[in-house]
């Protein structure tokens, strides 16, 4: 497909046409991963942040926020209680903290994979050099999610500080792959200033770089960030990007988002119809769920780890979906036994 027929698809605003495309896209997912919904859970273990994203709530200039750091501890905590839950993915999800040194996570990853040989550990905590990438992996990280955000250069600049550029952002990307972790990139849909041409190239890319993983959310408002009045983006982009990126990347594990359940009461349902086959619920402890607030009415149950697992099971099988808790690593890296 040509990149001014990307542009059409994703300007369409027809009911019956976007129908079809997302039961093309649950089609596709169904050939390889059926009715299956793989399961992660997500540790939000620091706010602290060195950067300065101008979407993002947690942002170092934002002194709202009350910040706060888990401990190792604390961390170790958490897997437990999703390991006993039934979870066998953790992701340590966090702002670019110099609170944590890569050492120090490079010590937290070892434990969890010395307590849970079997589990999966996927980090997501920004950018990094190829030797600290190389040193987590080393340690036994198996994933790493870093947002490419948006795949145009001068797009990048008006969501960022000067001091983060879209070219680093790619070059970890591919450092990552290069260390052979299962790599996610990903997108925020209808970022400030966004055009249908932005979100073509970000299926480019996405072409080009054939990530294991992709996370699409639509941008929400952080009230005290600069973007504070900028519109969010839709249910009906950010579902079309997903089920485009699923016709594009058929095998992709590819999430319903957080942000996606927290635009709309069923985002994450609509997501899984759409193409996605991944949800990510939160094992933080619940005192510290609402200070990881990278955007305003961000979705939380306040349910411990087992009944929210319960409920979105329940939520997946009124769709005619079933909640897997294996690893669930990308096709290409399975082990014979899965
Ligand atoms: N620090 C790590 C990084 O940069 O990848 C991980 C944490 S970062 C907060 C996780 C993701 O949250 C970002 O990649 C961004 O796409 C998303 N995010 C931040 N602010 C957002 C907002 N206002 N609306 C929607 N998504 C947002």
Known sequence: MTSSELVGIISIHDEAFRKELFEAASEVRKLHYGNDVYVRGLIEFTNHCRNNCLYCGIRAGNTLV???????????????????????????????????????????????????????VTLSVGEYSKEVYRL??????????????????????????????????????????????????????????????????????????????????????????????????????????????????????????TALGSIHPTGRELGILAGANVCMPNLSPEDVRDKYTLYNNKLHTGAESARALSELSSRMESIGYRVVTHRGDHISKRSRKE
């Open 66 to 120: 009350e910040r706060y750091r888990l401990t190792p501890e604390q961390i170790l905590s958490c897997c437990e209680d999703g390991y006993q839950t039934g979870y066998r993915t953790f992701v340590l999800q966090g702002g670019e903290d110099v609170g944590y040194t890569p050492i120090q996570i490079a010590s937290l990853v070892s434990s969890i994979k010395e307590r849970y040989p079997e589990c999966a």
């Open 136 to 257: 987590w992996k080393d340690a036994g990280a198996d994933r790493y999610l870093l947002r490419h955000e948006t795949a145009d250069a001068t797009h990048y600049g008006m969501l960022h500080p000067k001091n983060l550029t879209l070219a680093n952002r790619i070059r970890c990307l591919y450092d990552l792959k290069e260390l052979d972790y299962q790599v996610g990139c990903g997108f925020m849909v209808g970022s400030p200033f966004q055009t249908p041409d932005h979100l073509a190239k970000d299926l480019a890319f996405l072409k080009e770089f054939k990530p294991h993983m992709v996370g699409i959310g639509p941008f929400i408002p952080h009230k005290d960030t600069p973007f504070a009045h900028q519109p969010g983006g839709t249910l009906e982009l950010t579902l079309t990007m997903v089920a485009l990126t699923r016709l594009l990347l058929p095998d992709v594990l590819l999430p319903a988002t």
